[in-house]
């Protein structure tokens, strides 16, 4: 499968996760154009190279002429700057490692393809619709908590590929269990994964508890259930709070399924933040909810290989 790329304006982006592959194309002046998902089976190598195939012939059957110039894709897991493989541990796509994520790609591919962490592309993708914020840190709160930061318009990366990893920050000194295999990080406490955990470790299995939804309706008649997300709260607006400090940070943007959750405590969590900081940075931070939905990783990767292009 290849796709051809001589006179087109177009971008594609992917975006990777452990239940679908999401997809779409378009550019930073007219926007996401398409958007679609292709259901995962399985996270296998496999599985992932099957959807993008699927993806790169509905991509030929229907825009035709209107070629693709580049490609990015949006991943979980730290990709090393200079090898371009995903490494170290990969706790929500757990087989997803040691592995560059543009070997999924049929070896005849002509395009570029260009590929980065996903949490780093919704900090991008929102990046973009703040125009006159230099320095913008995105949040994602899921099955795991994400972070990325852009500054005028580029992300950071850190020396190696591997800054922002908010997720795996130490909040509890020899704490809970986390998919990563330390303890104490704050994904164990503040993300959907660690909460469920926390519950079944609590001696609360019976309670119907198997997502956010469910432990956000039982937290209004369970006091224990209430506690962990209060306390999942408390360290996250630490977390973020303390990264705003450190990096003198404009805006933060807050994404994430779970913000998409009419119930969680949103605006509890936006208050801690700005409560948590000095004056001099709580009067001029701007704390929002992120505005892409489950649409940012795949714009965010179309503004990524654009910018190869411009």
Known sequence: MVLKSDMSNLFLGIDIGGSSVKYGWGDSKTGLLHFAKVPLQNASKKALSDSVNHILSTVNSEI???????????TPGMINRQTGRIEGINPNLSDWVDIDPKSIFPEEI???VIAEN??????????????EVTHVLGITIGSGIGCGYVINGQIYRGAHGFAMELGHNTVVIDGALCNCGRRGCL???SSVNGMLNLIRNSGLQNEGVTNMQDLLLNSKKNGQIKKIIDKSVEYLSIAISNLV???????????????EIGYYPGQELKNRISNNLPNLLSKTLIVKTAVLGNK?????AIHLAESEFV
Do not use: F, Q, R
Not at 64 to 74: C, K, L, S, T, Y
Not at 296 to 300: K, R, S
């Open 245 to 259: 400090i450190d990096l003198d940070v404009e805006a933060v943007v807050l994404g994430g399924g779970v913000m």
């Open 64 to 74: 035709g002429p209107a070629e693709i110039v580049a490609v990015g894709v949006g």
């Open 187 to 189: 994904e164990a406490y």
């Open 110 to 112: 002509s395009t570029k």
């Open 118 to 131: 996903d949490a780093n592309l919704m900090a991008l993708a929102e990046a973009k619709l703040l125009p």
């Open 296 to 300: 940012a990783g795949v714009m965010g």
